[in-house]
């Protein structure tokens, strides 16, 4: 509404009058099927006569077609540009590779609805590279060489962020398809506190990557590598089912350290990690904005935090929190 001007013409009093906009249940029909709707209608403030405002009808149309589609589970037009811009790919190379009409695509983003199977297929789609990689091997020659090369490289770029060859990439995976914000920064954290904490609660050392005490906490570089694309902004990867690759206790060791430390921001983290031993003992000598990569190991971990879940009992969430607290008060 914001758009809206602040007075129209009133046919009944033949002049400019201010206007107030009610909402009207009225019944429509979707894809041939009837719904009740809140259409929003405008009254001239003076006589109570419905008045025509510009955009007010267009925001009832998308509203409402916004509102049967989620409904119906159908896939949303900014979706479908969400697509194209995921991809780095235009309206009919789209089509093209996945094998729909050449007009399709553009006909979809204009409004028109697709079947509810080409819906979802948008949706898988979107979701996740692998089933554009599907169609894409199968239709990659009907593609220019300009329009190919482009999504070669989004797949590739998608591929990258998205496989994991080791148990780290597993952790890591699983902790970006959480429903928590994080950064590169804040996941680096996150991975310290899953190693320290597997040790703690299942005796177990569950990844055997290098974690370095760099001057902004805990580092995995292998896994900051991966990720740093995507700068300081949060990290998204697509969704990905890790249920066979992570053991039931080692998600539990995970969802446990995720629900307690993921609600604090990369900069809290890294502040905490920094009053803990591991990462000060192995950084010290180095100046504050000095570059440093002396390893962190398992052992500086594994006894650190062993002593800290006798002092607090680590395994509780009142414990970890009295820990946390602890920490940030001694700063
Ligand atoms: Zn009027």
């Given at each position: 509404m914001d758009n809206c001007l602040d007075k129209v013409l009133c046919t009944e009093c033949r002049s400019v009058q201010s206007y107030e906009v009610h909402t009207e249940q009225c019944m429509r029909a979707w894809n041939g099927k009837q719904y009740t709707f809140n259409k929003r209608i405008a009254v001239c403030s003076n006589c109570g006569h419905q008045v025509t405002v510009p955009g007010l009808n267009d925001l009832n149309e998308s509203e409402f077609e916004i509102k049967c589609r989620e409904e119906n589970d159908y896939i949303q037009v900014y979706e479908i540009q969400d697509i194209l811009i995921k991809y780095d790919v235009e309206k009919r190379p789209l089509s093209r590779v996945l094998g729909l009409g050449e007009h399709t695509i553009e006909n979809y983003l204009k409004g028109q609805l697709p079947s509810k199977r080409y819906s979802d297929m948008l949706?898988?789609?979107?979701?996740?590279?692998?089933?554009?990689?599907?169609?894409?091997?199968?239709?990659?020659?009907?593609?220019?060489?300009?329009?190919?090369?482009?999504?070669?490289?989004?797949?590739?770029?998608?591929?990258?962020?998205?496989?994991?060859?080791?148990?780290?990439?597993?952790?890591?995976l699983y902790i970006l398809n959480s429903k928590y914000e994080i950064t590169n920064m804040s996941l680096q954290k996150l991975l310290y506190y899953v190693e320290a904490f597997a040790e703690v609660l299942l005796k177990k050392r569950i990844f055997v990557n290098r974690c370095e005490a760099w001057m902004y906490g805990p580092v995995y570089p292998e896994i900051y590598e991966k990720y740093k694309t995507f700068g300081s902004s949060q990290i998204q990867v697509d969704k990905t089912d890790l249920s066979d690759r992570l053991s039931s206790g080692v998600c539990k060791v995970i969802d446990f350290v995720l629900s307690q430390f993921a609600i604090y921001n990369g900069v809290t983290l890294k502040d905490l990690s920094h009053s803990e031993e591991p990462w000060k003992n192995a950084h010290k000598g180095y100046g504050e904005k000095e570059h440093c990569r002396e390893i962190i190991t398992h052992d500086a971990i594994s006894e650190y935090f062993n002593k800290m879940n006798e002092k607090f009992d680590l395994s509780t969430e009142s414990g970890v929190k009295n820990y946390i607290d602890a920490l940030l008060w001694q700063k």
């Open positions: 949706r898988r789609v979107l979701e996740s590279y692998k089933y554009l990689q599907q169609y894409y091997s199968a239709n990659r020659d009907k593609l220019n060489k300009l329009a190919s090369e482009k999504i070669d490289n989004k797949l590739k770029y998608y591929e990258s962020i998205n496989s994991c060859d080791s148990a780290i990439e597993y952790v890591a």
